[in-house]
């Protein structure tokens, strides 16, 4: 039970403060409107720290906060101990995290008037809709997580171990670094809890003018990532990293 709470309250918090700085950065009439991709970016490596402290600190020792790293994991270590409550854990927590970015911005959504942008402080779209190219952007950004993370802590990088208070820190730099180099196509969903836990949010939430979901393209940030996490896994275990 612990694992699934751990999850669902760290991925709970990545959403809060991942989609938050998207909203501050996107919604009209904000302080921080305008901000800017490497504001955005940055905000989501803060997430990901946030949320991997979070996730520890209420029970999950993994802290995945992403359904397609913790199959990777599961797929590297051949172990899915807990990965089905981790995973359940994550997609609830992705929608609280989604409907408390909706709740601290309630007055902006009325006085932005394009629905994309509303959306896009939710879930991902692609920058040039193309489907086989989208998808081949969210596995290679994916496998490029699943693996970093894993080869840094690898026997070779870290032979004592990675000292738990250390390794938020390195794997919110991991995510920044992705954003900033492979994020542009995509948005970088890298993780299917994040994007298709607050698309079901913005669908459920009574946002005004806010148009569609835009459920076509939902697939791709959930099948994309998954993809590319479990082709790492594989490529991890092969050479023992």
Request: glycine share 12%; aromatic share 10%.
């Given at each position: 039970?612990n694992?699934?709470?751990?999850?669902?309250?760290?991925?709970?918090?990545?959403?809060?403060?991942?989609n938050g700085?998207?909203?501050?950065?996107?919604?009209?009439?904000?302080?921080?409107?305008?901000?800017?991709?490497?504001?955005?970016?940055?905000?989501?490596?803060?997430?990901?720290?946030?949320?991997?402290?979070?996730a520890?600190?209420?029970?999950?020792?993994?802290?995945?906060?992403?359904?397609?790293?913790?199959?990777?994991?599961?797929?590297?270590?051949?172990d899915?101990?807990?990965?089905?409550?981790?995973?359940?854990?994550e997609?609830?927590?992705?929608?609280?995290?989604?409907?408390?970015?909706?709740?601290?911005?309630l007055?902006?959504?009325?006085?932005?008037?394009?629905?994309?942008?509303?959306?896009?402080?939710?879930?991902?779209?692609?920058a040039?809709r193309?489907?086989?190219?989208n998808?081949?952007?969210?596995?290679?950004?994916?496998?490029?997580?699943?693996?970093?993370?894993?080869?840094?802590?690898?026997?070779?990088?870290?032979?004592?171990?990675?000292?738990?208070?250390?390794?938020?820190?390195?794997?919110?730099?991991?995510?920044?670094?992705?954003?900033?180099?492979?994020?542009?196509?995509?948005?970088?969903?890298?993780?299917?809890?994040?994007?298709?836990?607050?698309?079901?949010?913005?669908?459920?939430?009574?946002?005004?003018?806010?148009?569609?979901?835009?459920?076509?393209?939902?697939?791709?940030?959930?099948?994309g990532?998954?993809?590319?996490?479990?082709?790492?896994?594989?490529?991890?275990?092969?050479?023992?990293?």
């Open positions: 039970m694992i699934f709470l751990g999850e669902l309250l760290g991925t709970a918090a990545l959403i809060l403060f991942g700085v998207v909203a501050g950065a996107l919604l009209k009439a904000s302080k921080a409107e305008n901000a800017g991709w490497m504001v955005i970016t940055a905000g989501w490596a803060f997430a990901v720290f946030v949320g991997i402290v979070v520890k600190a209420c029970g999950s020792a993994a802290a995945y906060l992403n359904p397609a790293f913790a199959i990777g994991m599961a797929i590297r270590h051949g899915w101990t807990g990965i089905p409550q981790a995973i359940a854990g997609l609830l927590g992705a929608m609280l995290g989604a409907a408390l970015v909706f709740l601290h911005y007055p902006h959504w009325r006085g932005t008037a394009d629905p994309a942008i509303k959306r896009a402080a939710f879930c991902t779209a692609p040039l193309d489907v086989k190219a998808l081949m952007s969210e596995i290679i950004g994916t496998f490029a997580l699943t693996f970093a993370i894993g080869a840094m802590f690898s026997p070779a990088v870290a032979p004592h171990g990675m000292a738990d208070g250390v390794a938020p820190y390195l794997v919110a730099v991991i995510v920044w670094a992705i954003g900033l180099s492979l994020g542009g196509t995509t948005g970088y969903a890298i993780n299917p809890a994040r994007d298709l836990g607050p698309r079901i949010a913005h669908a459920l939430l009574p946002i005004p003018g806010k148009g569609d979901s835009d459920w076509r393209y939902a697939p791709v940030p959930v099948l990532p998954v993809i590319g996490a479990a082709l790492a896994g594989l490529a991890l275990s092969r050479i023992g990293a």
